[in-house]
């Protein structure tokens, strides 16, 4: 039976890579549970997705260096609790044990919330003035049609130029203006994806872009990423094994984990996918935001050479979400294509939105230094409240982006998340973020309100978590994003 939701197939990993990730031999005893405990906590984090073939006991015993004997055991304790299915002549498979049902917690009848899991900063500072000059430069539209199939021509021009700033050679005839992040994600989805393709995607990622390529009748398949990073050896085996017809990635602050893709491993990511003839979705949308100082790597499509990376950009985490402007850069060729596709769902976007962000783009390096600023100072008293009321969670410190990646110590994400709405705190439970009911012992909380909010909203959330370590059920209800 396949639990697995994506439609049908199954990952090989070999026992030289299971035992990487498994980590040095373990020196707890007996050695058969470290190990088990080791592959159950890879499948609930994602990092090893179900539905993947274990190698046989003797390669992993090999690999491991134990004897097989301590591998059939540590096999027999993952089948005895639901993390492995096995029929002879298949071999073995990861799969997810059952989780309990229940109905989540009603919002309470206090008007003050909390919401720590959208990631949405106020607008910045000068949004105003640039409404109030875009007003006045509408004057100069009203004669004509007002659509702008592929976006406001200043628009394109102020896009192409900050990809140059940013050491990526960019032509306003490579930018397709759209409404916004997700909506340049659907329209490549519509024209990229096929019912039954495989698309790679990150695990833990953004849920939406998932739903785009689900809503194509696609196969979804995942490759794990964790506030340290990404494995490319184990990506670039994700790409030789399915040769997906497309892949979604988010390389800078990864969202939910904050991870930035590193010169090389952006190089190696192109290249595995040239091999795999994969296109690629390169998800920017808060590439702009660092946080911490340092020099960012280049842009994904710096190192394509064919055409085959569609940069995903928007102005809603930078500027305010208000702002429904996003765009693709790919090549003058694809721009038309989208235009094609856009036009069975609208014809252009609003003019006087794309002239406010015109505006703005020409200010875009003091928007940054002023987002940093406010980011620096929130992720950092979000932090503290954490070190101080929930001592025994692992935050992750993300270099940039809006949100932070929380470990739990126990599988309890989404009967938290439901205790926390009684309290009046609104988290993001980590299997939101997954394919398959993964990621129980994940928060996502972000850090777009002030300092004073945040703490208020931690105190909130270690109630909360006390409250559910004293009533352990794990209900399945409304998540909230």
């Given amino acids: 039976m396949d639990r697995t939701g994506t439609g049908g197939g199954t990952r090989r990993i070999n026992g030289r890579l299971l035992a990487r990730l498994i980590g040095e031999a373990p020196v707890e005893r007996p050695y058969y549970l470290a190990i088990a405990r080791a592959v159950s906590g890879l499948v609930l984090d994602g990092r090893v997705p179900t539905n993947t073939r274990l190698p046989a006991e003797r390669d992993l015993a090999t690999a491991l260096g134990v004897s097989r004997n301590t591998v059939t055991a540590a096999y027999a304790w993952l089948r005895d609790n639901r993390f492995l299915d096995s029929r002879q002549g298949a071999g073995s498979w990861t799969v997810l044990p059952d989780s309990g049902s229940g109905e989540s917690a009603p919002f309470p009848s206090a008007a003050e919330q909390i919401d720590l899991g959208v990631a949405a900063p106020p607008a910045v500072e000068g949004l105003r003035a640039a409404a109030f000059q875009a007003s006045e430069q509408l004057a100069a539209h009203v004669g004509g049609l007002g659509y702008y ?18 050491g990526l050679p960019t032509t306003p005839e490579q930018i397709f203006v759209t409404s916004g992040a997700q909506h340049g994600v659907a329209l490549l989805m519509d024209l990229l994806v096929q019912a039954g393709d495989d698309v790679l995607v990150e695990s833990p990622t953004y849920p939406h872009s998932v739903d785009a390529a689900r ?25 030789r094994q399915w040769r997906p017809g497309l892949a979604y990635l988010i390389p800078d602050f990864q ?13 190696v990511l192109v ?42 950009g928007s102005v809603a985490k930078l500027l305010w979400g208000g702002l429904r402007v996003g765009w693709v850069r790919t090549t003058p060729p694809m721009v038309a294509r989208l235009m094609a596709v856009r036009q069975r769902f609208d014809i252009a976007g609003a003019v006087l939105e794309q002239l406010v962000v015109t505006h703005l783009m020409s200010d875009v390096l003091r928007i940054r230094a002023e987002r940093s600023r406010q980011l620096r100072r929130n992720r950092d008293a979000l932090l503290r409240a954490m070190r101080e009321r929930l001592p025994d969670w692992r935050p992750s410190v993300p270099g940039g982006g809006l949100v932070l990646w929380a470990t739990l110590p126990q599988p309890v994400a989404t009967a938290l998340s439901a205790a926390a709405v009684r309290y009046g705190v609104h988290p993001a439970a980590g299997p939101v973020f997954g394919t398959d009911g993964t990621l129980e012992r994940y928060l996502r909380l972000a850090y777009t309100q002030p300092p004073d909010v945040l703490a208020d909203a931690v105190d909130r959330l270690a109630r909360a978590y006390a409250e559910t370590l004293a009533h352990p059920a794990q209900p399945r209800g409304q998540l909230y994003v």
Wanted: glycine residues 8%.
């Fill in 271 to 312: 290249r595995e996918a040239r091999r795999a003839g994969s296109h690629l979705i390169i998800d920017e949308s808060v590439a702009e935001l660092a946080i911490d100082s340092g020099d960012l790597p280049a842009p994904v499509a710096a190192y394509d050479t064919d055409g085959r990376v569609f940069t995903v």
């Fill in 149 to 166: 199939p592929y976006g406001l021509p200043e628009l394109r021009h102020a896009i192409a130029r900050r990809y140059v700033e940013r």
């Fill in 255 to 267: 969202n939910p984990t904050g991870a930035l893709m590193d010169d090389e491993e952006r190089r």
């Fill in 215 to 239: 809503h194509r009748g696609a196969r979804i398949r995942t490759v794990g990423v964790t506030p340290q990073g990404w494995d490319m050896e184990y990506l670039a085996d994700a790409f």
